[in-house]
């Protein structure tokens, strides 16, 4: 069992920055691939950004050139920095974990460990 914590969420204005963290518990982190998803309100869970063990990462078009993706094995931590949001940044952001299989995947259902998400805000 993994067990998912996120934090660093906030309400901040169009351009501003933040950086999400997600602490893992349980099982060997370095095993598993991590990513972030995010949900606005009336709309699917979508991909955000994914990294390996290995600092592989992979970002949705959306926010490719703006967000950042990383990980510390030794802190069992990944990260999510966040630059030149916009309004439509604006959602829940989750942190998940999965086996890694090989290639990246940006369907939620293939992720098996979650945490409680962390609201980012982005006003105009």
């Known amino acids: 069992q993994v067990r998912l914590v996120e934090s660093g969420g906030g309400l901040v204005q169009a351009g501003a920055s933040l950086r999400l963290s997600c602490a893992a518990s349980g099982r060997t982190f370095s095993g598993y691939v991590m990513g972030w998803f995010r949900q606005a309100p009336g709309n699917k869970r979508a991909f955000v950004a994914a990294?390996?063990?290995?600092?592989?990462?992979y970002y949705a078009d959306s926010v490719k050139g703006r967000f950042t993706i990383s990980r510390d094995n030794a802190k069992n931590t990944v990260y999510l920095q966040m630059n030149s949001l916009k309004p439509e940044d604006t959602a829940v952001y989750y942190c998940?974990?999965?086996?890694?299989?090989?290639?990246?995947?940006?369907?939620?259902?293939?992720?098996?460990?979650w945490g409680q998400g962390t609201q980012v805000t982005v006003s105009s």
């Open positions: 998940a974990a999965d086996v890694w299989r090989g290639r990246f995947i940006t369907t939620p259902g293939n992720y098996d460990y």
């Open positions: 990294v390996t063990s290995g600092g592989s990462t």
